[in-house]
């Protein structure tokens, strides 16, 4: 019997090249085909194509002609975030040199569960998180550790040296946050978040047993401090939010800081969205305050432009992380330790896990502070741009001018019927991936722009789209 060539090893590169240009043709096949942001015909249809270019899963001999088909089946059934009019979500399209680097973790096939398997790739994962660690919260001052303008050795624990874990994203970070505040406060620590935050979060206080999490009412949209401060009572988590996901808004982050520290709260804060502005002078100080909190919550498949999965829990003291460890004999047996391997179990909740951490570096080695700054730029200022033209059009009615890049509007006069309709029209049609919002009682349409080569005559496009599908 023939063995199927390996993607690895002396023959792997041989072997790809042909399954790359198989892999890149079908993928250009299935986008022409699909000929916008995402399939006609909406689920039934799609579910139809599916099904007939899968076939019989599991036939006797196989099929060779199976990459190419599913393939270009999976791209013309796509909704593809670098398509202009494809703006509802958090969902972001992939920088290609991120892309590339995803093959070679692929090709690789490192796990992140023992140094034996991954010995550089958890090297470069302790560099990384520690930089960007630093960068959430800055350097430690002068005499509080060694590190100052280097990455510590591993297995260092200079004081209140913050330190970061690799995640799937802002859920698995906002419950590692939660697991941190309740192993460092005991398990009667208390959720305290506005009604505006993320649904992992009360969901991860319910997983983790803590008690009933308390939601402050956010009717503008973010927590008040005020009333934030009525809700504190007993040892509280504070949970605030850099970046909403239904319009992108900041929680009055300085004005909580201070709070939680009077009160003796401990700070988490989800900034999955908005963290990327950390990247760009002009955006960055929309996250003053952002340091003093104990673990922050970043998304680099957002405002990153990452590939999933691309997730980022820092925390300011690394010492919080030690709740984490575990031994397991044969990953981290303490002799092996004693001996100077590194212990890489107690660096999530995850046993095999991929090095997610390359894509991150090579896209920051690469762009650098002013290409990443350059992308966070664009995509806000088209954001104020199609706000503006919104507010210019007598049709249509804008929320609120935009903090980030996502931007909430809706037909002048419409029911929330009829701007449900709408949306869902669109869809079907395959003619334009809009987000839906519910604020100040009424539904919205969502556009979050993530997009840098998004243009302005795009914008205007798919604004005369929506104004034609309309119900006059």
């Known amino acids: 019997m023939h063995t199927p060539p390996l993607a690895s090893g002396p023959e792997g590169p041989t072997s790809l090249r042909p399954l790359l240009d198989t892999v890149l043709d079908a993928l250009g096949e ?14 039934s249809e799609v579910a139809a194509r599916m ?5 019989d899963l599991l036939t006797d001999e196989g099929d060779p002609d199976a990459l190419r088909r599913l393939v270009r089946a999976l791209a013309e059934g796509a909704a593809d975030p670098a398509d202009p009019f494809c703006a509802a979500h958090l969902h972001c399209p992939p920088l290609a040199v991120a892309a590339a680097a995803d093959l070679a973790v692929s090709v690789l096939n490192p796990s992140m569960d023992s140094w034996d398997q991954a010995p550089a790739a958890s090297e470069l994962e302790a560099l990384v998180t520690g930089q960007l660690a630093r960068e959430v919260f800055g350097n430690p001052p002068r005499g509080a550790g060694p590190y100052r303008h280097a990455a510590p050795p591993r297995g260092a624990t200079g004081p209140h040296r913050p330190d970061a874990l690799i995640t799937t994203g802002g859920t698995e970070s906002n419950q590692l946050a939660l697991l941190l505040a309740r192993e460092t406060h005991g398990p009667a620590v208390q959720l305290v978040c506005g009604e505006n935050a993320h649904h992992s979060l009360p969901r991860a206080a319910w997983l983790l047993g803590l008690p009933a999490p308390v939601i402050v009412p956010t009717p503008n949209g973010t927590l008040d401090p005020a009333a934030l401060d009525k809700a504190l009572s007993g040892p509280s988590v504070i949970a605030a939010t850099a970046g909403t996901t239904d319009a992108g808004l900041i929680d009055p982050l300085p004005e909580i800081a201070r709070l939680s520290a009077a009160r003796n709260a401990r700070l988490h804060i989800d900034a999955a969205y908005g963290g990327g502005l950390l990247f760009s002078d002009s955006h960055r100080p929309k996250l003053t305050g952002l340091s003093a909190a104990g673990t922050v919550t970043l998304d680099l498949h957002k405002l990153g432009w990452q590939p999933v999965a691309a997730g980022l829990l820092a925390v300011r003291d690394g010492h919080d992380l030690a709740a984490l460890n575990q031994r397991a004999d044969y990953l981290n047996a303490d002799d092996d330790t004693e001996a100077g391997l590194p212990d890489l179990l107690g660096r999530s909740l995850r046993t095999t896990r991929r090095p997610d951490v390359l894509k991150i570096a090579i896209t920051l080695r690469t762009l650098g502070r002013q290409g990443l700054a350059a992308l966070v730029d664009q995509v806000c200022e088209r954001a104020q741009e199609f706000a503006q033209l919104v ?12 903090t980030i890049s996502t931007v909430l509007f809706r037909p002048a006069g419409a029911t929330d ?9 669109l869809l079907t049609a395959g003619r334009a991936v809009l987000g ?8 919205w349409l969502k556009v979050t722009l993530l997009n840098p080569t998004t243009r302005p005559a795009d914008l205007a ?12």
């Open 51 to 55: 099904r007939a270019a899968l076939g």
């Open 30 to 43: 299935g986008t022409r085909s699909r000929g916008g942001p995402l399939p006609t015909g909406g689920p």
């Open 391 to 402: 507010h210019d059009h007598p049709g249509f009615e804008l929320h609120r001018p935009p």
């Open 461 to 472: 496009g798919l604004l005369k789209l929506v104004e034609g599908t309309t119900p006059r």
């Open 417 to 425: 019927d009829a701007v449900a309709a709408v949306r869902r029209n």
């Open 436 to 443: 839906r919002a519910r604020a100040e009682r009424r539904l």
